[in-house]
């Protein structure tokens, strides 16, 4: 059984739902939703997580920390 995670990204408050192997870190998760992974920060209940960390939470918000445009 794999791993599922939702992804709110800010800003928009888009809600994208990853599902993925038990072993699959953040920077994964972002990669295969084309997300650059070195562009936002990870946060779960306000504490940031690392891009390399192994998947256990099951909402994060993801902040863009660039520009778009």
Do not use: A, D, T, V
């Given at each position: 059984m794999g791993l599922k995670c939702r992804f709110c990204l800010i800003p928009g408050?888009?809600?994208v739902e990853y599902t993925g192997r038990e072993e699959s870190t953040y920077e994964e998760a972002l990669l295969s939703l084309?997300?650059?992974p070195d562009t936002v920060l990870i946060l779960h209940r306000?504490?940031?997580l690392p891009q390399d960390s192994v998947i256990e939470e099951d909402e994060v918000e993801?902040?863009?920390t660039c520009s778009r445009g």
């Open positions: 408050h888009e809600i084309g997300i650059n306000g504490k940031s993801i902040i863009s």
